[in-house]
């Protein structure tokens, strides 16, 4: 028997994430768990200089990039995924996304990490690497990965609810 209790999504706020974002919600209502909707966000105070030299105030910068981030991630759930699926918005700092999500996952006790994943081509991914590819070698846990656009099995709440009648 599988007994998923908290379900996390991992979010770039890019197509392959929401798709993801289907597919936690579906399930997080399938097996009445918790949903944690996750986002990392760069920390610009470990930047180096640009090349003109130019500093930047670095903590206000860092404040506009996290608040820009969280209105996002916050507006990504509605009030129904906060009552009925008892979802929240993570907002989580680093630099090293795959390495953060796995970490929290392991803290945080999660059962399933959902995310999507690009698609890039073979020299793109050997250049820039897969966030999803690093977490879904080092998770705690099983990791889903989604495709944009993902297989047309997922239904928007309303198409099945018209399917039902």
Do not use: W
């Not at 690009?118 to 705690?140: D, N, Y």
């Amino acid at each position: 028997m599988i007994s998923l209790k908290k379900i996390l999504v991992a979010t770039d706020f890019g197509e392959a994430s929401d798709a993801a974002l289907a597919y936690g919600r579906e399930l997080a209502r399938i097996f009445k768990a918790e949903l944690e909707l996750v986002h990392v966000v760069e920390n610009v105070l470990t930047r180096g200089f640009g090349a003109e030299g130019y500093v930047a105030s670095y903590p206000e910068l860092q404040q506009e990039v996290e608040d820009a981030a969280d209105r996002q991630l916050t507006s990504l759930l509605s009030p129904e995924d906060r009552q009925t699926l008892r979802a929240k918005t993570i907002l989580l700092k680093s630099n090293s996304p795959a390495f953060t999500i796995v970490g929290y996952a392991k803290e945080n006790g999660v059962d399933l990490i959902i995310m999507g994943t690009h698609g890039r081509g073979a020299i793109a991914h050997l250049l820039m690497g897969s966030v999803a590819e690093r977490v879904v070698r080092t998770a705690p846990c099983p990791v889903l990965t989604v495709r944009h656009p993902e297989h047309e099995f997922v239904l928007p709440d309303a198409l099945v609810a018209v399917a039902k009648a």
